[in-house]
Each structure stands twice: as C-alpha cells, then as structure tokens.
Antibody, heavy 113, light 109 residues
Framework: EVQLVESGGGLVQPGGSLRLSCAAS????????MSWVRQAPGKGLEWVSI???????YYADSVKGRFTISRHNFKNTLFLQMNSLRLEDTAVYYC???????WGQGTLVTVSS | EIVLTQSPATLSLSPGERATLSCRAS??????LAWYLQKPGQAPRLLIY???NRATGIPARFSGSGSGTDFILTISSLEPDDFAVYYC???????????FGGGTKVEIK
C-alpha cells in the first residue's frame, strides 16, 4: 500500500527557510515521478514542483529559483527545500506520486512576522 | 498558459440526485485531464485520469467525459460521502507543469 507522510512544516518569518520531507512506503520514490502541491488556507490547489524518476526537476513560476525538490533514495524520502519564503507561500503542502495519483496528509507552512 | 474554468462554483443537490460538473480549458488539451475530490481537512483523491478513466478503487457512479476544451464529471447518484469539493487538473508534458481549476463545491440541498 502506498503511504506518504509529510513533515517539516511550521511557522517561519518572511525571508526564512524551511525543508519539508515526505517519507514514502509501499513503493520506491526513485522509480516514480513525485510532486509537491500546495493549498493556501481556504483556497484551491496549486502545483509547485515535480521530480522525474530520471532526475529532472520542474517548478511553478511562483517558486522557481526559491524552492528545490530532491530525493534521498536510500531513505525513500522526497524533500522540498524552501528559501526566501514569502507571506503568499503560506499553505498546506502535499506530496504526491506522479502528478497526483496518491497523496500524503499534508504539512502546514505558515510564513508570518 | 492553460487556464481551467470550472462551473458551477457551487452545486446544491440531494442524495440520490445526478451531479454534472464542468471543466473548460482555455485551449485544446486533448484528454490530458484529471478529476479530484477533496473533503474538508483531507488530501485530494484522484477520481478520473485521462478524461475518462476511473482511478483504482473509484466507484462506477463516477464517470468522466470530454476532450479538447470541454470536460464533464458525472456522479450518477450522489451518496452522502460525495458531498465535497471537486477539482479538475491538466497535466502538461511540455513544459512539465500542472494546472488546477478553481473547484466546484457539491453541497447538500
């Protein structure tokens, strides 16, 4: 059974950094496309980034140059390094297999002074 | 950039009724469209991929149709568990990115 468990969210000041983790089980992260999707409070879904199994990475324009997606094959874990955080990055961040086949429960990131 | 417009924003129906949700793309996206259901406080769940294929474990009362710019999600007979927000999503191969519609809330009348 595919399971995804996100962690690492919290409160951070504008301009700060945070690293999210997504621990996977039931499949191998390295053999699959893996995505991050976020949802601001009371708003809709916004795609953030995808990591292809071959290693290529792609980002939404809103986070390009600030966020980095990566994985640790041995730990079977996906990461999202978030730098230069802005107020508008406040959201629940979900990791997902593929473009959204299976999802974790999400982790809340709050950017506030 | 492709924009997905969902309508209506809110659909008020009773259990047992048929629900028809629309998703319109700003340009031709063939059948590269997925549908998700999200209940309050929960992660989204994939219902339909490639416009008309049900994901694993999704009941037959959910069906998707359409191609090009106009897509429909139909729930043949609403069950209490189906009252939620539904999103459509386009997955682009190049440049690789995904776009979501604004969502349709299906509420109990």
């Amino acid at each position: 059974e595919v399971q995804l468990v996100e962690s690492g969210g919290g409160l951070v000041q504008p301009g700060g950094s945070l690293r999210l983790s997504c621990a996977a089980s039931g499949f191998t992260v390295s053999g699959n496309y893996m995505s991050w999707v976020r949802q601001a409070p009371g708003k809709g879904l916004e795609w953030v980034s995808i990591l292809y199994s071959g290693g290529n990475t792609y980002y939404a324009d809103s986070v390009k140059g600030r966020f980095t997606i990566s994985r640790h094959n041995f730990k079977n874990t996906l990461f999202l390094q978030m730098n230069s955080l802005r107020l508008e990055d406040t959201a629940v961040y979900y990791c997902a297999t593929g473009w959204g086949d299976s999802w974790g429960q999400g982790t809340l990131v709050t950017v506030s002074s | 950039e492709i924009v997905l417009t969902q309508s209506p924003a809110t659909l008020s129906l009773s259990p047992g009724e048929r629900a028809t949700l629309s998703c319109r793309a700003s340009q031709n996206i063939n059948t590269y469209l997925a549908w998700y259901l999200q209940k309050p406080g929960q992660a989204p769940r994939l219902l339909i991929y490639d416009a008309s294929n049900r994901a694993t474990g999704i009941p037959a009362r959910f069906s998707g149709s359409g191609s090009g710019t106009d897509f429909i999600l139909t729930i043949s007979s609403l069950e209490p568990d189906d009252f939620a927000v539904y999103y459509c999503q386009h997955r682009s191969n190049w440049p690789p990115r995904a776009t979501f519609g604004g969502g349709t809330k299906v509420e109990i009348k």
